[in-house]
């Protein structure tokens, strides 16, 4: 089993910044994609930066060059931060792993969310 503990989010004014922090634990042998989905009030979960166990990203539209997703695969913790936020940020933030276990299988993880508020 593995958990996926996020940390960081909060309320912050417009044009603030924010880091979240995402630590993976349990029986992981390594990491394969991983990254951060935000769902806003009403609206579907959508996918906001991933980062591919090479270090290669890929980023929504509306966050590029806002926001910037970073791993450190000793840690087994990937982090998202967010510059320059805007009131549309306002969403819960839920971290992703593509987990390899020991027995060379993959499967998908999720954190608990957590709230990012911008006010404007």
């Known amino acids: 089993q593995v958990q996926l503990v996020e940390s960081g989010g909060g309320l912050v004014q417009a044009g603030g910044s924010l880091r979240l922090s995402c630590a993976a634990s349990?029986?992981?042998?390594?990491?394969?994609?991983e990254g951060w989905y935000r769902q806003a009030p009403g609206m579907q979960r959508e996918s906001v930066a991933i980062i591919s166990s090479g270090g290669r990203t890929n980023y929504a539209v509306s966050v590029k060059g806002r926001f910037t997703v970073s791993r450190d695969n000793a840690k087994n913790t990937v982090y998202l931060q967010m510059n320059s936020l805007k009131p549309e940020d306002t969403a819960v933030y839920y971290c992703?792993?593509?987990?390899?276990?020991?027995?060379?299988?993959?499967?998908?993880?999720w954190g608990q969310g957590t709230q990012v508020t911008v006010s404007s």
């Open positions: 349990g029986s992981i042998f390594s990491i394969n994609a």
């Open positions: 992703f792993a593509k987990v390899v276990d020991y027995s060379g299988r993959y499967y998908d993880y």
